[in-house]
C-alpha cells in the first residue's frame, strides 16, 4: 500500500505495508538498501511475538533474533526483514499465553498447541513469497533455523541460495523450549547437530 522512511540505530530503512485477501491481515516489510533485481539478498521472515521483540520476553529467542536480523542487514548494507502477523507460531496471542500456562504445567511447546486443539505449528510463507516477489528480489540468503521456511519459499518460486544460522541466548527459561524445537520440529539450533544441505559458511 505504501512504504515510508524509517531511521533506526542501524540506519535508514524503509517499511513497507501489506494487505492481502488470504489472511487479511496487515504484513510488513522492512529492507535497507537497493534490493530490486539483487541477487543472494539478505532476508529474515520473522513471525510475531509481541512477548518477545516488544517486552522481552526470556522464554523464546525470537526478540534477539529480530535483534541480530537487523544488525546483520546494517552490516551487510542489504536486506529485508519480513514481518509476518503470525503470533505464536500462528495460533494468536491468547492462545499463546494459554499455551504458556500449559507449559508451565509441564507440557512441552508443541504439546501445549496440541492440547488446546492446535497444530504445532501453523504458520505459512506464501505471503512473505509474494512479498519477495513485489519488492523484486531474484535470490536471498535466508536468516532461519528453520528448514520448513526454506522449503515453504523454494514451493513458492523463491530462489534460497544459503541459509544463514540466526541464533540467540540459550538460557534456564528458553532451554526446553529451544530443545522441543530442535527435537520435535527439526530446528537446526547447536543443541543438535543436523547437517542441511543449503548451510553456508559465510563471514
Same mark, same amino acid.
Given at each position: 500500500?505504501t512504504?515510508?522512511?524509517?531511521p ?13 485477501t ?9 529492507y535497507r538498501g537497493a ?11 520473522h ?9 522481552g520476553s526470556k522464554?523464546?529467542?525470537?526478540g534477539?533474533q +529480530?535483534t +541480530?536480523?537487523?544488525?546483520?542487514i546494517? *552490516?551487510?548494507g542489504v536486506?529485508i526483514?519480513?514481518y509476518?502477523r503470525q503470533e505464536g507460531?500462528g495460533?494468536g496471542?491468547l492462545?499463546?499465553l494459554?499455551?504458556y500456562? +500449559?507449559q508451565?504445567?509441564g ?5 501445549a498447541n +496440541?492440547?488446546?486443539g492446535h ?6 510463507y506464501d505471503?512473505?513469497a509474494?512479498?519477495l *516477489?513485489d519488492l523484486?528480489?531474484k535470490?536471498?540468503t535466508l536468516?532461519?533455523?528453520n528448514?520448513l521456511?526454506i522449503?515453504?519459499?523454494e514451493?513458492?518460486?523463491?530462489k534460497?541460495?544459503a541459509?544463514l544460522?540466526i541464533?540467540g541466548?540459550?538460557n ?17 539450533l547447536?543443541?543438535?547437530a543436523?547437517?542441511?544441505p543449503?548451510?553456508s559458511?559465510r563471514?
Amino acid at each position: 500500500m505504501t512504504c515510508a522512511r524509517i531511521p533506526t540505530e542501524y540506519g535508514d530503512f524503509q517499511l513497507c505495508y501489506y494487505t492481502n485477501t488470504l489472511d487479511k491481515k496487515e504484513h510488513l516489510a522492512f529492507y535497507r538498501g537497493a534490493v530490486h533485481d539483487a541477487e543472494d539478498v539478505l532476508v529474515r521472515i520473522h513471525s510475531e511475538c509481541f512477548t518477545g521483540d516488544v517486552l522481552g520476553s526470556k522464554r523464546c529467542d525470537c526478540g534477539e533474533q +529480530l535483534t +541480530l536480523s537487523l544488525k546483520l542487514i546494517a *552490516e551487510h548494507g542489504v536486506g529485508i526483514l519480513i514481518y509476518l502477523r503470525q503470533e505464536g507460531r500462528g495460533i494468536g496471542l491468547l492462545q499463546k499465553l494459554r499455551a504458556y500456562n +500449559l507449559q508451565d504445567q509441564g507440557h512441552d511447546t508443541v504439546d501445549a498447541n +496440541l492440547l488446546l486443539g492446535h497444530g504445532a505449528d501453523e504458520r505459512s510463507y506464501d505471503i512473505a513469497a509474494r512479498i519477495l *516477489e513485489d519488492l523484486g528480489v531474484k535470490s536471498v540468503t535466508l536468516m532461519t533455523n528453520n528448514p520448513l521456511k526454506i522449503s515453504a519459499l523454494e514451493a513458492e518460486g523463491i530462489k534460497v541460495k544459503a541459509r544463514l544460522p540466526i541464533e540467540g541466548t540459550i538460557n534456564s527459561e528458553n532451554k526446553g523450549y529451544l530443545f522441543t524445537k530442535a527435537q520435535r520440529m527439526d530446528h537446526l539450533l547447536p543443541l543438535t547437530a543436523p547437517v542441511f544441505p543449503h548451510d553456508s559458511q559465510r563471514t
